[in-house]
């Protein structure tokens, strides 16, 4: 080993002694003589960081801790031997076998110990999964015999905790699989659904990769492309353009990084060589970099506002006055200590080199990134301090009286011990760092959240803390498709990821209530989507009112119509006595014109909100009413013909002459109309009913008819009654009479007839109020043709032709 820490060798008087392999030849600096030169090799091109020093400080402060603790390992010295494999696996397994032989000669025979007599009994490594997994974990299983086990302070890959295939190795940081979880869960926290994902091209970074998609997808989150970054000493021309075109191209803001440093070494060349503008970097721990890192020949602006997961970092009581006893003086062979010591101080602790002056014993830290490095532990160091706890604690149990005696499961008490004190150090917890990039390319990394799997809610994130990267500050969002409000619904687009998607209105009746929905709900049966399509409203209630201008014209008719009939009316009155009003049985007619004005009111009882009186009302009193008038003119019709036939002698048709008969024809024609109606209201009566589905988004206040074979029923005797009429005045049209009402009986008979004719397919095929209209207007229409027909002509000889109102002119003129 060193002779910079030839001391605690010397110390290892023991019956055992502890051999502990730091494998991470960018962290320690302290190797045996056949690596020195590789190590050199990689400080010229890294240049020397005070952070990892400390690495190797917390290591030697637990050896230390434990030496003079007199309740761990008594009687025993731990010593320690560190390798350096230069992230090579063939120089890692030379290590590895090095370790085993610890031979003086230049070949290396595994388990032959020719010089230094010690047993080894673990490993401590900070390395590659892909190099713990070759140089240790692996190389490990051919020696089970040995007892010697392993445990790694950063290696988290989820493969090596199979107790299957390594047994023996342990680690003092969390599992892969809680940043898998950690990652997700901070897309979900920011809504960020559509990202990026750059890994490691080895078997680490396309687990990553899998693990990843499979959380995103389980929260409706998308991946738009997955590229693997190459090794630093590889370069692919092809994959580098893929990448860059995938960067360039790309919509998606945010991209995740999970990779380690010399994988990512290939990007931080690609941003500097394509810049990449307003990305957000989503970084893994397995980056490694800490606060305070200065890197002279890589640009780290492209990450600026960056989110990087680390482990937390802590520190132990009496470390700080450890760290400071460690200098020049003390350790004169260490090959880093006296840079280490220039970085920290300005100055040379042995003589005066360049610009550095010779140190005189109080110097102060001069650079702000270090100003703690002998107070506080960052994580890796934390993490390293804790394994050599954890192995002490294993051997002294091991080395105990009871070192047979078995924990629980079975496992040797020693085993379990190890395992134990792993899962106490060890935990689910992230610190979440926002990356601030300085124009000096220094980085600051200030804590705004951590990530603990066992609490709830497991994601915290302290928001006012974050400094985005101003490109990336406007918008703070990566979607592939802006969200849908209420209102709308998701429709994904043809052969694209389920976030990519076009925000469709909701159709009439649905809604969405919530942003982002993939369907609308249809509103209930008495409900209405309102305009925004985001609420159900009440459905407006429609039926013929007289504020509607269709409802109101119908009315205003209907009034016009009863008050000319009146006029009608009482123009005939007054002349009653003339010979055209006394032509044809004068009362017949004023009783159809009282039953024509009740027609022409009873459309009033259609307008208005429909109760159970005016449904019952309204059919009834219409069909009797037109009843009588149909039933009055028929009896007229009857009283022409009979007349006419009576002058014959011959004739039996004269005992039929009078009004009894006209009065038995009017009488019987309207009772039978009149017991149908009573019929059809003591069997199925009409009754109001609010209807759905006539009018969209509407309920239509309707009288339900009840029974339509009733209603049908008493159009159809009433169309009888017409048709019988029509067809007796068509008959007697040509009598010759100067006052024959045949003529006009029977065009008021063929319009009647047309309008009810026309009715009924125009009654079935309306919707809503309108059907009430249809039949307000057939109502109306059929009693003006009746009055028209029949009475005007009347009007027109008393107002018009009085001279035509005589007895002379009711004698037939000669031929």
């Excluded at 999970?258 to 990305?279: C, E, Q, S, T, W």
């Excluded at 490095?373 to 160091?381: A, C, R």
């Excluded at 409900?527 to 007289?546: E, F, G, H, Q, V």
């Excluded at 009347?794 to 018009?800: A, E, R, S, T």
């Amino acid at each position: 080993m060193p002779a910079a820490y030839s001391e605690w060798a010397d110390k290892s008087l023991g019956a055992w002694t502890l051999f502990i392999v730091a494998i991470a030849s960018w962290l320690l600096g302290f190797v045996d003589p056949w690596s020195r030169m590789c190590f050199t090799k990689i400080f010229s091109f890294f240049s020397l960081n005070i952070k990892y020093y400390q690495n190797l400080m917390a290591f030697i402060f637990a050896i230390s801790e434990i030496n003079q603790n007199p309740e761990i390992l008594p009687n025993v010295t731990l010593g320690f031997y560190t390798v350096d494999p230069c992230f090579n696996e063939a120089q890692a397994v030379k290590g590895m076998i090095g370790m085993f032989s610890r031979s003086t000669s230049s070949r290396s025979i595994p388990n032959y110990h020719c010089g230094l007599s010690s047993n080894l009994v673990g490993f401590v490594d900070g390395i590659s999964p892909s190099l713990t997994l070759l140089s240790t974990s692996c190389f490990l299983l051919l020696f089970t015999f040995l007892f010697v086990f392993q445990i790694s302070y950063s290696s988290m890959d989820p493969i090596l905790s199979d107790k299957v295939q390594f047994p023996y190795f342990y680690r003092t940081v969390p599992n892969e699989i809680i940043q898998y979880k950690a990652i997700v869960s901070l897309m979900k926290y920011f809504g960020w659904s559509w990202v990026g994902i750059l890994v490691a091209d080895n078997e680490s970074g396309l687990m990553a990769s899998q693990e990843i998609q499979r959380g995103l997808s389980q929260h409706g989150y998308c991946v738009e492309f997955v590229e693997y970054i190459q090794y630093k000493t590889n370069v692919d021309e092809a994959l580098i353009e893929r990448i860059v075109r995938s960067l360039r191209t790309s919509t998606a803001n945010v991209i995740i990084i999970y990779a380690a440093r010399d994988y990512v070494f290939h990007l931080v060349v690609i941003l500097y060589m394509y810049p990449i503008a307003n990305k957000i970097w989503i970084i893994s721990s397995q980056w490694g970099l800490s606060e305070g890192l200065h890197l002279d020949f890589l640009s780290l602006e492209p990450f600026n506002g960056s989110l990087a997961f680390t482990l937390p970092a802590k520190t132990t009581p009496n470390f700080e006055e450890f760290s400071k006893n460690i200098n020049p003086g003390s350790y004169p062979n260490d090959i880093f200590i006296d840079k280490v010591w220039m970085e920290l101080y300005d100055c040379n602790y042995r003589r005066k080199s360049g610009d550095f002056e010779i140190c005189i014993g109080n110097e102060t830290i001069k650079r702000a990134e270090f100003v703690n490095i002998h107070k506080s532990m960052t994580q890796y160091s934390y993490s390293i301090y804790n394994a050599v706890y954890a192995l002490a604690h294993a051997l002294h149990l091991m080395t105990s009286p009871k070192k047979e005696d078995l924990g629980e499961n079975g496992f040797p008490a020693w085993k379990v011990s190890v395992m134990s004190e792993c899962h106490n150090i060890k935990n689910s917890l992230f610190d979440i760092l926002n990356w601030v990039v300085f124009a000096d390319q220094t980085l600051d990394a200030i804590k705004v959240g951590q990530f603990h799997q066992q609490t709830l809610p497991d994601l915290m994130i302290n928001e006012e803390k974050i400094r985005w990267d101003p490109g990336f500050e406007k918008s703070q969002h990566s979607v592939c498709s802006e969200s849908c409000i209420p209102g709308y619904r998701k429709s994904h687009r043809e052969s694209q990821p389920s976030c990519c998607y076009d925000c469709v209105p909701c159709v009439e009746g649905e809604i969405s209530n919530e942003t982002d929905m993939g369907t609308c709900t249809k509103c209930p049966d008495h409900l209405w989507s309102n305009t925004d399509r985001d609420t159900c409203i009440p459905k407006a209630i429609t039926y013929l009112s007289y504020e509607d201008i269709l409802g109101m014209s119908l009315a205003v008719v209907s009034i016009v119509l009863f008050l000319l009939t009146c006029l009608v009316t009482m123009i005939l009155m007054k002349h009653r006595n003339t010979p055209v009003v006394k032509a044809n049985n004068r009362n017949l007619s004023f009783i159809l014109l009282i039953s024509l004005k009740m027609c022409f009111l009873c459309s009033l009882i259609f307008i208005g909100y429909p109760h159970k009186v005016t449904c019952i009302l309204r059919q009834t009193v219409f069909g009797i009413t037109f009843s009588i008038s149909v039933s009055a003119i028929l009896a007229k019709t009857v009283t022409v013909v009979i007349a006419f036939n009576a002058t014959n002698p011959r004739s039996r048709l004269k005992h039929w002459v009078g009004t009894r008969t006209s009065y038995s024809v009017l009488l019987i024609c309207s009772s039978i109309q009149l017991i149908i109606c009573v019929i059809w209201l003591g069997s199925s009566p009409p009754f109001p009913q609010e209807n759905m589905q006539d009018e969209v988004g509407k309920i239509v206040a309707e009288c339900n008819d009840g029974s339509q074979v009733a209603f049908y029923s008493v159009l159809g005797y009433m169309g009888f009654l017409a048709f019988v009429s029509f067809l007796i005045a068509f008959l007697a049209r040509n009598l010759p009479d100067a006052f024959n009402e045949a003529k006009y009986i029977t065009f008021s008979m063929l319009v009647f007839c047309s309008v009810w004719i026309s009715f009924i397919p125009a009654y079935l095929s309306s919707k809503g109020k309108n059907v009430v209209a249809v039949e307000i207007f057939a109502i109306l229409a059929s009693g003006f043709g009746l009055l028209g027909c029949i009475f005007i002509p009347k009007c027109y000889v008393i107002l018009i032709k009085p001279e035509l109102n005589s007895k002379m002119s009711m004698v037939p003129k000669k031929a």
